[in-house]
């Protein structure tokens, strides 16, 4: 996310990157670690959030179970985020052996992002101002043949959507290169200055 960082500084932003061990625990507990570590750094004014996959649902889980008031939270733009699950997670959970490789590799979190029983279908709609940005290019076969409809590699389009998104845009990236690509860019201080995608 470090050229975000650099365009949102330019546009007179004070940020803080946060990165987090996506598989190091499961999505309450990062939540809950991502919350504290926002408070610590600024503990009072209002927040806006840019934030790449599994990062949207980090942050509407906080909201949900309360790590992050409400009140706090201004305006909030998804890249590629999985808020109504991936079909990846379920065609490689229902495989035994894929599904202890998996696991392996994405941890807790990631097994929770799952269509059907996933963690993002247990959380309420948003009360924020969201826009998603969403990609529809992809350089994996193997996934996008899993997932069957428009995508990112990772994520179908539809599956962006969560309710009470304000907006969702849709743009000719793949998932890794929703973070820099400088439409992409240009599009999040758009929002994040005006409610609006240009």
Request: net charge positive.
């Amino acid at each position: 996310m470090r050229p975000l960082q650099r365009v949102l500084e330019a546009s007179d932003y004070l940020v803080l990157n946060l990165g987090y061990r996506s598989r190091s625990a499961d999505i309450a507990t990062l939540a809950r670690d991502v919350a504290d570590r926002v408070t610590r750094w600024e503990p009072a004014s209002k927040l806006d959030f840019v934030t790449h996959s599994l990062g949207g649902i980090l942050v509407r889980a906080a909201v949900a179970y309360g790590h992050l008031p409400r009140e706090r939270i201004r305006r909030v733009v998804m890249l590629g985020p999985p808020n109504a699950g991936s079909e990846v997670v379920d065609a490689f959970r229902a495989i035994p052996v894929v599904a202890s490789i998996y696991a392996a590799l994405t941890g807790p979190a990631g097994a929770q992002l799952g269509t059907t029983s996933g963690l993002p279908a247990q959380l309420p709609p948003v009360d924020f101002e969201l826009g998603v940005i969403a990609g529809n290019r992809s350089f994996n076969p193997i996934f996008s043949a899993i997932l069957g409809a428009e995508n990112d590699g990772k994520v179908r389009v539809d599956r962006t959507r969560v309710d009470g998104v304000r907006e969702i845009l849709i743009v000719p990236h793949w998932h890794p290169m929703l973070m820099s690509a400088p439409g992409v860019l240009r599009q999040i201080v758009h929002f994040l200055q005006t409610g609006a995608f240009r």
